[in-house]
Nanobody, 119 residues
Framework: QVQLQESGPGLVEPSQTLSLACTVS??????????WSWIRQPPGKGLEWMGA???????YYSPSLKSRTSISRDPAKNQFTLQLNSVTPEDTAKYYC???????????WGQGTQVTVSS
């Protein structure tokens, strides 16, 4: 059973960098063909895909967030991370990590972590 767990600070000040990690257990992030994604949901809004990194380290980002987003991975820790620069209160959201699998759907999700951007 694959499990994903987000971790990181729950409060970030405006203009700072939001950094989150997703630790994966029960499966390797280097296993062929899987994509590991970051998805967020602002209060009262729908899910927003932010970006993803695949089994070989290739990344793709949402065009609207690309200039501020970086996703990386640490295979030794079986972990992938999100950095979002220059945050504003509009980046307040629940942030999820998820795996996009061979069934062409998100098959495993973390429980999500709430991040508030405020001074």
């Amino acid at each position: 059973q694959v499990q994903l767990q987000e971790s990181g600070p729950g409060l970030v000040e405006p203009s700072q960098t939001l950094s989150l990690a997703c630790t994966v257990s029960g499966g390797s992030i280097t296993t062929n063909y899987y994509w590991w994604s970051w998805i967020r949901q602002p209060p009262g809004k729908g899910l927003e895909w932010m970006g993803a990194i695949n089994y070989s380290g290739t990344t793709y980002y949402s065009p609207s967030l690309k200039s501020r987003t970086s996703i990386s991975r640490d295979p030794a820790k079986n972990q992938f991370t999100l950095q979002l620069n220059s945050v504003t209160p509009e980046d307040t959201a629940k942030y999820y990590c998820a795996r996009y699998g061979l069934t062409y759907m998100y098959d495993y999700w973390g429980q999500g972590t709430q991040v508030t951007v405020s001074s």
